[in-house]
Structures are given as C-alpha cells and as structure tokens.
C-alpha cells in the first residue's frame, strides 16, 4: 500500500484494480499536473506546420500550463510558458498568430521568440525617478522554457531535462507505428474542440482500451471496421505508457457469430447505408490495417479509421473536466477522390462521429456512476494481468498500461 | 440592395417559413423529417467560425446526398448511443443574399439551447446558416445549408442536427 498527497491509498501492486478516487480526488489532480505533465513527459503540443515559419506561433496548454509554441528565427521550435515574468499575465492572447517578439499587454515587458524577457517598460524610470534597481537581471527573470522535439510533423514539448530523446521515450514499435501513418507532409482538414464531463484519465483510458470499440460504439461492429473476432493485436511500448491498437480485415469474420450469440447491441443485421460511399475506403498504407488508434503518454491520440485521419490532444481542466482538441487532416498530396473521401469519413470522428460521439459520453457516465465509490475499485482483467503486447484485441493490456507508467511517474 | 429586389422581397416570408419548419420538425424529434427539407443533390455541413476563416473543409457532420443525411438519421435511431436530448431553435429572419439561375442565396442566424433529460438546459450551439435554396418539386429546399457555429467547442457530443 502506497498513498499519494490525497487521503487514498492504492490497493497493492496489481495493475487490474483502479480505484475510482484516482479520477475524482483534487490532491492527486494537483500532483498529477506536476508530477506528470510537468515531469519527465513529451507532451504533444501541435503541428509543425502550425508553426511553418520563422514567428509564427500557437497558444496551447501542457497540463494547465499555459504555453507559446513558436518557430524562431533560426527555424528552431521555442516553447515557454505563457506567463509575464513581472505579474504573471498571459503574454500572447490570441490562439495562433505571427509575431517578431512578444509584449505583454498589461505593463508591457517584452519577450523575443525564444521566451527571454528583453525589455521593461520604463527600467530607467521617468526624469531620472523611480524604475527598476540597477541590480535587476532580465536574464534571471522570465517564463519557464519547455525542451521541444519533432517527429513526423508533430511537436512535443517537456518541462523536464529528464524525459529522454522522444524516440527513446517511444520505443521502436511505437515509432513504427506513427512513422506508418504520418509519412508525408499533412494538409489539416478541420479543428473542434469537445469539453468532455470526465477525468482525463478516463479518456486517456478509452482510447487504449480496445475492448469497449465494436461493443460501445454499434457503427464499428455492424459495418466491421473493428471487431474482436476480426485479426488484429495490441502493442504496448515496454514502459507502458504507450500504445497502438489496430485491426486487419479477416474474411472469416463475415460469416463469425459471436456477436449475434452474445445478444450483442452492435449486431444489426438489417441495418444498411442508403449512400455507402461513405464506406468507401481504400487500403492507401498497402497493409490491410483498417483502424490504427495510438497513444503517446500522457496526452496524445495519433488515429487512422480507414481513411479518416485525426491527432487529438487531450487538456486536464480539473478533476472531472477536461478538453478533447481534435486536428483533422489528410495529406498535401492527396488526390481529388481522396481528398472527398476523407471529408466524407470525417462522419465517423469528432463530437458527431458515429464511432467517436458515444466516447463523448462514455467517460461522464463512469464519472457519474461512481460518484460516491471513490474506495470501491475497477476491474481491469481482459486479457490477463500483464501490460504486454498481444495479438488479441480482446485484452485491457494497453488499459493496465497505463496504470503501470502512471504509477511510477505518480511513485505510487 | 437585396432588400429591394421584388423577388427577393416575395421569397422572404417562404424561406422564413421554411425555417420554421425546419427547426419544428428537429425539436419535435421528427428526424425522419429533416433530409426531406434537401435537395436531391445536396450538401450538408456542420462547421466553425475559425474553420471557416482558416478555410478548412472538413464538417463535424458531412454529407453530400440525401442518403447521407438519411444514414444520419438511421445511426441516430439504431446505432449511436447518446443520452435523451432535445433542441430548441430559435431560428432569426433569413437576410436574403442574392438570386442566381433559380439559386436563392440567404443568411439566417439561429440559437439552440440543448436540453436533457434530467431537465438541464444549456446553450447549445449558436451560429448561422448559409444556405443555397431552389425549388424543387413546387417546395423550396436546401440545395446547400453550411451551419456556421461561433464556436468551435462542444459540449459532450453532438447528437442531434442543428
């Protein structure tokens, strides 16, 4: 038994037991941030593209750290925390912009694009009076600077000189799997962003848990984009913490029962598309992998349902509350087929997905059933008690994941 | 000026009027009703604000023909799970923008409060619509209706068209 700064302690060393007081307590919420987002993490902050030029700039979140992501005028990636070294304002306001420096706008202190503070507005006073002491080191002051790195495209940003070289943190398998997906220059396609009534964790949770998907989500079973009978597995990086899931077209499925005899909700016989064009799919990485679902500890979905393909970056808002940032996109060279394609199967994700919207829901439901539970605990067993790779999708192996990377980012 | 073209003046009370059915016929749950306000060959798309301005195409719904929108209805009622909800559209005066070859042209903002069923009612979504409107089979229907949202955020899931 282990207790972290809450009240609660973790039932033993199993990675099969979650006790629900891990998704409710505000004293773990507040370790989490720092033990976790502001640890030895990569967390996913944006695209590369989103910061394409020299100046330009987004405003994201690492944790509920507000950061700046912004490409310097070396063509490097800077990221620092949104915060005025004087009085703590946020410096930029905007979502995205281009900028040669940054000013806040409260008493106007100047940062360059690297996040050094460079100026103080009247730091000599006024006719000689007043200003700041002569000993007063602008160097010595200003937002806390992030370590960036880029993969594919994507751009994650660390708080921590620990965390290692993102590849390293990856793992070989795990970096296969993104370099899979994101093999060419990425055209963005849309952004929404869904205010989730859950924990992060339980989001975080869903996406690697391959169990509940052609279960929950009654579109995946009945026009077999993913089911459990079809081929398929689930790798786990060694540490836990990350994961690919992912489902190849079976023949035998078609004729598979499993899912009539166990009076599954998601068998619908009779139910077609008047305009299947939506089903359209072509096999365009040449691997039969019809749906590839990623995560990146603590807060990144890398996903490909067929053709339809999205990041999503998850943002803790508190114990019960969280943002879910969708990036729709496709590539820059996509024909005009694919291109109509994709918009099409966007249908299938987002808020109004038909295999995403229910996981909208999913996590307020946990959130609310076990409202008064916080030391009763859930079972995580699918597929065993281990955290490794298996070539089932009926497992919670990448769920138990998880668990085994939070507990020792979190030492409990 | 749009306001002063005879034809345009004529329509206005008709695409009101379409509106208003349209927005009766989502918030008395009549689903099976609303592709039946689309053109044959219609577009329906459910976008931001932002998205607009960055000019990105995708939609958090998307369909590009009637049977689109019919799947969207049948997934409503068979597959998608969601919990008991209902809209209330309060739809403004379309501004009617311009005609072209039979092809109305008009702006309409709308506001949805989303109320569930444990009776809490939000504020849903608020936005405009941009729609394209012909007449088809002696009736006016969408031959193209982009919901423009202010914002970019939903709550929990969005079930239900706006």
Redesign the interface.
């Known amino acids: 038994m282990s207790t972290t700064e809450s009240q609660h302690t973790w039932p033993g060393d199993t990675l099969t037991r979650v006790p629900y007081w891990v998704y409710q307590d505000e004293a773990n919420y507040r370790a989490e941030l720092r033990r976790i987002f502001e640890g030895p993490v990569w967390s996913y902050v944006c695209l590369e593209s989103d910061v394409e030029r020299p100046g330009e700039f987004r405003t994201t979140f690492v944790g509920e750290m507000p950061v700046i992501v912004v490409r310097a005028e070396d063509g490097s990636i800077c990221a620092f925390e949104n915060r005025c070294a004087h009085r703590g304002a946020l410096i930029a306001l905007d979502d995205r912009g281009k900028a040669r420096s940054f000013q806040c706008i409260y008493h106007a202190w100047t940062y360059d694009l690297r996040g050094n503070l460079t100026g103080i507005a009247f730091e000599k006073g006024s006719h000689g009076r007043g200003g700041m002491p002569a000993s007063f080191c602008k160097e010595e002051h200003g937002p806390r600077k992030l370590r960036t790195t880029t993969l594919h495209g994507l751009v994650f940003a660390s708080l921590s000189p620990q965390a290692p070289p993102i590849a390293e943190y990856l793992g070989q398998e795990i970096l296969g799997r993104i370099e899979r997906v994101l093999h060419r220059p990425v055209r963005v396609l849309g952004r929404f962003v869904q205010v989730l009534p859950n924990n992060w964790k339980l989001y975080f949770e869903n996406v690697k848990d391959t169990y509940h998907a052609s279960l929950l989500h009654a579109f995946f079973g009945t026009f077999r984009i993913t089911r459990l009978t079809q081929g398929g597995g689930v790798i786990v990086s060694p540490d836990g913490g990350h994961h690919a899931s992912y489902t190849i077209d079976r023949a035998d499925d078609r004729v598979s029962t499993a899912y009539r005899e166990q009076g599954i909700r998601s068998e619908h016989q009779n139910y077609r598309l008047a305009d299947p064009s939506l089903l359209d799919c072509v096999d365009e990485y040449g691997d039969g992998i019809k749906l590839q679902i990623l995560t990146v500890f603590p807060n990144f979905v890398l996903q490909q349902i067929e053709n339809c393909l999205a990041v999503r970056q998850i943002l803790p808002k508190g114990p019960e509350s969280m943002e879910l940032h969708w990036t729709y996109f496709g590539f820059t060279d996509d024909t005009p087929e694919m291109h109509r394609r994709r918009l099409k199967q966007l249908n299938l994700v987002g808020p109004a997905g038909y295999v995403s919207m229910e996981d909208g829901c999913v996590g307020g439901f946990v959130q609310r059933g076990a409202a008064t539970a916080a030391d009763e605990l859930s079972v995580v067993n699918m597929g065993g008690e281990s955290a490794e790779s298996q070539d089932t999708r009926a497992t919670e192996a990448s769920v138990r994941g998880f668990w085994k990377a939070y507990r020792r980012y979190m030492g409990v | 000026m749009a306001e002063t073209d005879p034809l345009l003046v004529s329509l206005q009370p008709l695409v009101a009027q379409l509106n208003a059915d349209y927005a009766r016929a989502i918030d008395d749950d009549r689903l099976e009703d609303w592709p039946e306000f689309f053109a044959e060959q219609c577009l329906y798309s ?3 604000t ?2 607009q301005r ?1 000019g ?13 929108l ?3 209805v ?2 409503l009622r ?6 008991r909800q209902s809209y209330r559209h309060l739809v403004g005066l379309p501004a009617l923008l311009g005609e072209t070859d039979g092809v109305v042209r008009a702006e309409t903002p709308f506001l949805v409060v989303r109320i569930m069923r444990d009776g809490r009612m939000d504020l849903f979504a608020t936005g405009r619509y941009l729609d394209a409107i012909v007449e088809e089979a002696g009736a006016l229907r969408f031959r193209e209706r982009i919901v423009v949202c202010d914002s ?8 239900l068209p706006l």
């Open positions: 459910i976008t931001s932002d998205n960055q990105y195409p995708g939609g958090l719904m998307y369909a590009d023909s009637k049977g689109m019919q799947d969207r049948a997934a068979e597959a998608n799970i969601y919990e970019s955020r939903i709550d929990t899931l969005l079930a």
